[in-house]
């Protein structure tokens, strides 16, 4: 007299893929929040002018799940005093783009303000992404943690 078991190998299979879209929807949801929070947070801080709008239109996020976009977030917020040829959103999404070639395994969030200006801008002491970042490294390993408790569950 054996056991017989009142499952099948299919069955398992099933719920081991079941378990691990949880998982990624679990991932993918946490890193779209890090990333919603870190591009407002930029947005709000109000240490430059930005004239064209085009700096604050270029800051956005895009993430990555072994080299392919999963998700991403450009999205005009502001319209500048003076009229501009450039579309910030169109220039943040392309440098976020090629950031992205750069990430061919696992997750990645990045984060960009992508006129080739924004850099010049912080090294004058303002702040265009460096609070942001610094708002990700310290919300990142709470978001973890609380991400392992909710995986558990």
Same mark, same amino acid.
């Given at each position: 007299?054996?056991?017989?078991?009142?499952?099948?190998?299919?069955?398992?299979?099933?719920?081991?893929?079941?378990?691990?879209?949880?998982?990624?929807?679990?991932?993918?949801?946490?890193?779209?929040?890090?990333?919603?929070?870190?591009?407002?947070?930029?947005?709000?801080?109000?240490?430059?002018?930005?004239?064209?709008?085009?700096?604050?239109?270029?800051?956005?996020?895009?993430? &990555? *799940?072994? #080299? +392919?976009?999963? =998700?991403?977030?450009?999205? /005009?917020?502001?319209?500048?005093?003076?009229?501009?040829?450039?579309?910030? &959103? *169109?220039? #943040? +999404?392309?440098? =976020?783009?090629?950031?992205? /070639?750069?990430?061919?395994?696992?997750?990645?969030?990045?984060?960009?303000?992508?006129?080739?200006?924004?850099?010049?801008?912080?090294?004058?002491?303002?702040?265009?992404?460096?609070?942001?970042?610094?708002?990700?490294?310290?919300?990142?390993?709470?978001?973890?943690?609380?991400?392992?408790?909710?995986?558990?569950?």
């Amino acid at each position: 007299m054996g056991i017989k078991p009142k499952f099948t190998k299919a069955e398992i299979r099933s719920t081991f893929v079941q378990r691990k879209d949880r998982i990624e929807q679990a991932i993918l949801a946490t890193l779209m929040y890090l990333g919603e929070m870190c591009v407002n947070h930029a947005r709000s801080v109000n240490t430059y002018q930005d004239q064209t709008g085009n700096l604050r239109n270029s800051i956005g996020y895009i993430i &990555v *799940k072994n #080299g +392919r976009t999963i =998700a991403s977030s450009f999205v /005009k917020s502001v319209t500048g005093t003076v009229e501009s040829d450039e579309d910030g &959103v *169109k220039i #943040g +999404r392309g440098l =976020a783009r090629e950031l992205a /070639k750069q990430h061919n395994t696992g997750y990645a969030l990045i984060v960009v303000a992508g006129m080739n200006y924004a850099a010049a801008v912080e090294s004058k002491g303002f702040d265009v992404l460096s609070s942001a970042e610094h708002l990700a490294e310290k919300e990142f390993p709470r978001m973890i943690r609380d991400l392992k408790l909710q995986i558990a569950a």
